[in-house]
């Protein structure tokens, strides 16, 4: 959660949401969530468990070109 | 009573002395049909008492939508960790445990204007021509 707004404070294209997962249950059905943390990036691509943040940035730039 | 305990709240206040400008914790609730509405406003309340830069701003979703579409809330609770400008910090459900770590993190960045991000990915970053939208989903435990 941490690394994702981080992101969001470096882009103005970027914005990163906190999402409790049994508090909204129909989001988590929606995109499969099992296991936590899990990453929606652009409602396309998932990204499981806990990233470093190359691992992230790498990720979400290569998924957006 | 309050949600944190005093020890913590000396803890919390020492770190938001290192605030570098304000922030806005702009709070999305309702009275009805909101399981952690009224955690999650009472810890945006006790987080916003212990420093002056932070202010704190509550909204009722259900009757104040043009400020909920300003924001782009479209669930609740909502916080939204603004400082300057809009960050597109938000987060959905009450932030406790672990996750309150990443709300008072938020808060010092969003205060500083600055990710802290390693200067490789800042520069990756800046190549960025579309939007991005990241769902990170937790759980409390």
Request: aromatic share 4%; charged share 35%.
């Given at each position: 959660v941490r690394l994702a707004h981080q992101l969001a404070i470096e882009s103005d294209l970027v914005k990163a949401d906190m999402v409790e997962s049994s508090e909204f249950p129909h989001l988590a059905n929606k995109y499969s969530v099992?296991?936590?943390p899990k990453t929606v990036v652009n409602e396309e691509l998932t990204l499981e468990g806990s990233l470093a943040e190359t691992q992230l940035v790498t990720a979400v730039m290569k998924a957006l070109t | 009573m309050p949600l944190l305990e005093e020890s913590i709240r000396s803890q919390v206040s020492q770190r938001l002395e290192a605030l570098e400008g304000p922030v806005k914790l702009v709070v999305f609730s309702q009275e009805?049909?909101?399981?952690?509405c009224r955690e999650t406003t009472a810890l945006a309340h006790e987080v916003a008492e212990l420093s002056h830069q932070v202010e704190l701003e509550v909204h009722d979703f259900a009757l104040e939508t043009e400020v909920a579409q300003k924001y782009g809330v479209?669930?609740?609770p909502a916080i939204v960790v603004e400082?300057?400008?809009?960050?597109g910090v938000r987060f959905y459900g009450v932030p406790f445990g672990y996750e309150f770590t990443s709300l008072l993190e938020a808060i010092l960045s969003v205060s500083a204007g600055?990710?802290?991000?390693?200067a490789e990915s800042r520069r990756l970053l800046a190549e960025l021509r579309h939007p991005l939208h990241l769902q990170v989903f937790v759980t409390l435990t």
């Open positions: 099992m296991a936590v | 009805v049909e909101c399981d952690y479209d669930k609740i400082g300057r400008q809009d960050h600055d990710s802290g991000l390693a």
